[in-house]
């Protein structure tokens, strides 16, 4: 059917009680960034209840677009007419007549309580009207049709279909988290649900060359710009971490590096997380998915932050993992050869249950400090726009 202005629902977020403006008000410049390109073809107008963008032009793309800001629950591409019952009784009509399908429902809303009838009378003045003029029946059950008619103070809002949005909360909107990024699957998927859920992510990477090349930066940037549909500015932190790795490589115990090495990346982006004012580390572990993402491993790495460690996709299989990866255009990205840091320096055996005394005892036995400072004081940063 054809349309004129969309009907954006916030869900969730409406519980939110006196955040409510903040949201909506993120949610809105969301809107406006994601529809950058059409600036003239469309007027928002910003309601308690709704956003509504009145559709001057047809916006190419328009539902797959929307279909990407977090924070929308879902939104209706509806016809907005004069609400004079005649009016939609013959509006109606024109639609039914030209929707596929034999059955359908006529679902009135009066939110104006001045209009003067009640939504049974306007079901039954609508669904009366269509059954006298086509061969389409009534089903109230299972009908191939829905037309949702909303009566509202502005005017008659009439839809046959409504989209599910992203869900989640707008963009920014709950906080800010350091994402520790690497080129596999897991940490975009991990960084998505994060922009979902509306946390603000800036990416720490620790890259090792000549062990990793310079094709592992490339690749994060196109998984970054990737991610830039949700969030469209991402920072990304590059740390050098070649000489710590070395340093852990030698004087590590068997079964130990990958899980040293853990602590001192958990280390560096703390104290990077405290100088940007972040209040949260991020990662894209999964429980059990590999030796260093055990319960046991998980605590004994843990054990050098203070800071909440937001943890996405822990309860995750892999497969899950993967269809999400599809499904934001990241996975063929993920999938490009590379060598990360872990798995260059993999030990044969890793331990899936590390003793922290043993990892303060290998940690005591070279001065890590300076090596953090002068990664700190080294790092390369690009803006992912
Ligand atoms: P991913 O698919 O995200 O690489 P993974 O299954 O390969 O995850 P690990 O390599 O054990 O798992 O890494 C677990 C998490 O640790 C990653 O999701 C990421 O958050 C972080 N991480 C691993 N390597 C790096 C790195 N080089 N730089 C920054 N973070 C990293
Ligand atoms: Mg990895």
Known sequence: MDYNVVIVRFGEMSTKGKNKRDFVFRLAHSIRLNLRNYEDDY????????????????????????????????????????????????????????EKGSTFKIHARRIDKSYP?????????????????????????????TLDIEIRDDGAYLFTTTVKGMGGYPSGST???LMMISGGIDSPVASYLLIRRGIEITCIHFASPPYTNSGVIDKLEDLLHTLNKFQPKIRLFIVPFTKIQEKIYEISTEGYPITIMRRMMYRIA???????????????????????QTLDSLNVINEVTNMAVLRPLCTYDKVDIIKISEKIGTYDISIR??????????PVKPKTSPHLDECRHIESKFDFEPLIEEALNNLDVRYIK
């Open 175 to 177: 906080g800010k988290c």
């Open 270 to 292: 703390s104290r990077l997380a405290v100088r940007l004012k972040i209040p949260c580390l991020a990662t894209g572990e999964s429980v059990g998915q590999v030796a260093s």
């Open 117 to 145: 009838y009640i939504s049974d009378e306007i079901n039954r003045a609508i669904a009366g009207n269509i059954l006298k003029n086509t061969d389409k029946i009534v089903d109230v059950h299972n009908p191939d049709i």
């Open 43 to 98: 007027e928002m107008i910003i309601r308690h209840d709704h956003i509504y963008l009145n559709i001057k032009n047809k916006i190419d793309n328009l539902v797959d677009i929307l279909k990407e800001i977090s924070g929308m629950y879902s939104f209706s591409l509806a016809l907005k007419i004069d609400p004079d019952l005649e009016n939609i009784k013959s509006e109606a009509l024109r639609i039914l007549k030209e």
């Open 337 to 346: 050869p590379f060598e990360d840091c872990c798995t260059i320096f993999a």
